[in-house]
């Protein structure tokens, strides 16, 4: 397969489309969609990458998005109870900063 084949292939598992055009200047463009459609329309498209660098990137960026947004949240234990809290929180609750350290919640 080719370069482009694969690129397209890897945004369609995605629910995306890339479709390209060469103005004869020599810069390729590549032009992603969330929709069916072709470099000129009738949708617009969410990105358009200038050159197959910057469009496998792109294609990587939406994986890798694809990716932690499927993904539990990060979590630590909370420094005085060691519950676990999803980061950036800092304590498991108000009321937790509130037995611990006497202020807000229910001190």
């Known amino acids: 397969m080719t370069r482009l084949g694969d690129l397209q292939e890897?945004?369609?598992?995605?629910?995306?489309?890339?479709?390209t055009?060469?103005?004869g200047d020599g810069v390729?463009?590549?032009r992603f969609f969330n929709r069916p459609s072709d470099?000129?329309?009738p949708a617009n498209g969410i990105y358009t990458a200038l050159g197959f660098a910057e469009a496998e990137t792109f294609?990587?960026?939406?994986?890798q998005g694809f990716e932690m947004a499927t993904k539990p949240p990060l979590t630590k234990p909370c420094p005085?109870?060691?519950e676990p809290i999803p980061e950036p929180?800092?304590?498991c609750d108000v009321d937790c900063c509130a037995r611990h350290y006497g202020f807000g919640g229910m001190a």
Do not use: I, N
Request: with cysteine; charged share 20%; aromatic share 20%.
């Open 39 to 41: 470099y000129f329309g």
């Open 89 to 91: 929180m800092e304590f």
């Open 10 to 19: 890897s945004v369609k598992r995605l629910g995306f489309q890339v479709d």
């Open 28 to 30: 390729t463009r590549y």
């Open 21 to 23: 055009w060469s103005p």
């Open 59 to 63: 294609a990587q960026g939406l994986a």
């Open 80 to 82: 005085t109870c060691r």
